[in-house]
């Protein structure tokens, strides 16, 4: 390992008398300047709560500990809040603070401090102390960060999670000087500043910080943490970056890795830590390199991914994402939109395309703003060379009653797609395992007249014969997803017989009508959501109950030909959404919308959920999660963060 120099430390005095202060580089190992940070470990020696893990919080530093030993760091930096503290109890708080200092210190790196606010427990002066510093904000070079001065700032000098004047003054004057000397700022706080990059929590004050970053172009990056979700957004060309706290990742971790190259900022994430690539120049966006489930998702424009019950498409070397655009408020499970394309090359930074498919303002058009149009799927038709798109499409002001199937076309993947019709799909045709029983049905049609049914799982719908009520006008179509085979025959699936039976019905060869043979699959079990993929030859299934916006366990299934008969599997989740408690049970809060083969990797297939959001729409979050194949089955294990690495083959 190569010899470091001692960092050099630049205290406010030193700050406003010497200028930079930096000292020439030294001669070093051929790597990019790097530093390790971690944020909320908040350890206490006391039992912890449902996702938070006080005294689990030590381990974990152990491992972060030893792991960035290994990596040879130029400096690591603790971002506050080690302890979780016991308010006024000092002596607790105190000792908690050793324990960790006792394992940080272990880092060979040079180490660094923040302070948060549960770190105040302990007391300013045994913190000073124990910690090694003068002042809670000072500015700090590094011989291997050639034109790089790292600011830290004290987010509690005048009560929480406020800035005084006195060292907003500093910092103003710091800015100043590194601008002066042509360097660039990192700044280490323990408060992120901005909501987009911290949901629930942040700065009292973040307006006079922001007003100093603003007239300071020198300034690359904000680094925080506090919100132990983390997140990231950047403003004016500032990466604002909000780390996971250490102490919300029970049976995992979070801690991360920043690599400062002359063109960008790279953030290795370590457990739910995400991973980005942070490019320094003001228009060039930032690249994510990991599926942050449960957030929201950017796209490049900036607002997030607003394509909701979607599927994807993959062509030309660009995979096409359509879904639902959604608007806020209850309003936003209607369709006032329509649907939404984005096109990624490599499933975690997405290009908004605009819209794809939009509602229509004729209020005689199927498709008239306010009707509900769900869960669209795009796929590409080889002889006819079009895109196809089908969706669920409810009639608007007719409630979930018109259970039809919508079509539209395009030229290109992005559209605009162009709406040919819509239908109850089959009708005048009875499904290839139809019964004797159900044909015979056919006669007592008249008597179910004026009957309703619930769209939810009851003892009633099964003892009538809907499939032969809807035979003569089509049958209901609502859940769907499409699935094309690898001889290019196409399926429609679909939720049916009032959300009691799934109808899986091949398409014509141009993919825009029902080519007139169907299957029932999974009589009487109200299956929706459903999602499909083939592998080594034999075609998988994810389906969900059926309780509408809210969550339930979802279902697995297997079989040798699309036609079946297909075998349940049983629930294939597994583990625990910390953002909101939802484990297998729950599916994680979300419900399946599609599987998606990953290109270019043998046996890769990621699950895609969605979280809803009822009472606003537009907020409802996505679930990525990668399909895990074993001899029983298939297994969909949840993850905060993870990246296509895990498909490699060292991974598996
Ligand atoms: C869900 C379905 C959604 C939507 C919702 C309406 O079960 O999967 O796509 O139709 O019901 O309540």
Redo the contacts with the bound molecule.
């Keep these: 390992m190569q010899k470091r120099r001692l960092p050099l430390l630049i205290t406010a005095a030193t700050l406003l008398l010497t200028g930079s202060g930096l000292s020439p580089q030294t001669a070093r190992a051929e790597r990019l300047p790097a530093f390790g940070l971690v944020a909320d470990i908040q350890y206490a020696d006391k039992p912890g709560g449902v996702s938070r893990d006080y005294r689990g919080s030590l381990s974990r530093l152990e491992q972060c500990v030893t792991n960035l030993n290994a990596q040879d760091l130029d400096f690591v930096i603790q971002l506050g809040d080690a302890i979780d503290g016991y308010g006024t109890n000092r002596v607790a708080s105190v000792r908690d603070l050793d324990s960790v200092l006792s394992v940080f210190n272990r880092l060979s790196a040079p180490k660094y401090h923040v302070a948060g606010n549960h770190c105040q427990s302990a007391g300013k002066e045994n913190l000073l102390g124990r910690l090694g510093l003068k002042s809670f904000y000072y500015a700090f070079a590094d011989p291997a960060a050639k034109g790089w001065r790292f600011i830290v700032l004290d987010g509690n000098d005048a009560g929480y999670g406020i800035i005084s004047e006195e060292q907003l003054a500093w910092f103003r004057t710091a800015l100043g000087q590194a601008q002066q000397a042509g360097e660039k700022v990192i700044c280490f706080c323990h408060f992120p500043l901005l909501k987009a990059a911290a949901e629930s929590n942040r700065m009292a004050k973040p307006e006079p910080v922001l007003a100093a970053l603003d007239s300071a172009p020198c300034v690359v990056a904000w680094i925080a943490g506090h919100d132990h979700n983390g997140g990231y957004a950047r403003r004016k060309g500032v990466h604002h970056i909000t780390l996971r706290g250490m102490v919300e990742a029970p049976g995992s971790t979070a801690y991360a890795r920043i690599e400062i190259a002359g063109d960008r900022l790279r953030e290795t994430g370590f457990g739910n830590e995400p991973s980005r690539e942070l490019p320094l120049a003001t228009n060039a966006p930032a690249r994510r390199l990991s599926f942050e489930n449960g957030r929201t998702w950017p796209s490049d424009a900036g607002a997030r991914i607003n394509a909701h019950?979607g599927g994807l498409l993959f062509r030309d070397g660009l995979y096409y994402w359509y879904g639902e655009h959604k608007i806020e408020g209850k309003a936003g499970n209607a369709a006032h939109v329509g649907v939404h394309a984005y096109s990624s090359r490599d499933l975690t930074n997405w290009k908004d395309e605009g819209s794809a498919l939009a509602v229509s303002d004729d209020p005689a058009s199927d498709i008239a703003k306010e009707c509900v149009l769900?869960?669209p799927k795009v796929i590409y038709n080889a002889k006819t060379g079009k895109y196809v798109m089908w969706f669920h499409l409810e009639l608007k002001g007719q409630g979930y009653g018109a259970a039809r199937s919508g079509v539209a076309v395009a030229d290109t993947p992005t559209g605009p797609f162009t709406y040919l019709h819509s239908e109850r799909p089959d009708a005048g045709v009875w499904p290839v395992n139809a019964t004797d029983e159900q044909k015979a049905a056919l006669q007592k049609v008249d008597r179910m007249k004026g009957l309703t049914f619930s769209g939810g799982p009851n003892a009633d719908t099964p003892k009538h014969a809907i499939l032969a009520r809807d035979f003569a006008g089509g049958q209901m179509a609502?859940?769907m997803t499409l699935f094309v085979d690898d001889d290019q025959k196409a399926y429609h699936i679909f939720a049916s017989e009032e959300n009691s039976t799934l109808h899986i019905s091949l398409l014509s060869d141009d993919y825009l009508s029902h080519a007139g043979k169907y299957v029932r699959v999974f009589p009487n079990r109200w299956s929706?959501?459903p999602a499909i993929c083939k592998r080594q030859g034999r075609y998988w299934m994810i389906t969900?109950g059926?309780t509408?916006?809210a969550p339930n366990a979802a279902r697995a299934a297997v079989a040798d030909s699309i036609w079946g008969p297909w075998q349940e599997l049983g629930n294939p989740c597994a583990g625990v959404n910390p953002m909101n408690g939802c484990g297998p049970d729950k599916t994680f809060g979300g419900?399946s919308t599609y599987i998606l083969p990953v290109q270019g990797r043998r046996d890769a297939f990621i699950a895609l959920f969605d979280i809803w959001k009822p009472d606003n729409a537009i907020d409802g979050r996505y679930v990525w999660l990668p399909l895990r194949f074993t001899d029983a089955g298939f297994t969909i294990t949840w993850a905060n963060t993870w990246d296509l690495s895990v498909f490699d083959p060292a991974a598996r």
């Design positions: 019950g769900e869960r609502r859940d929706e959501a969900s059926c509408g916006w419900q």
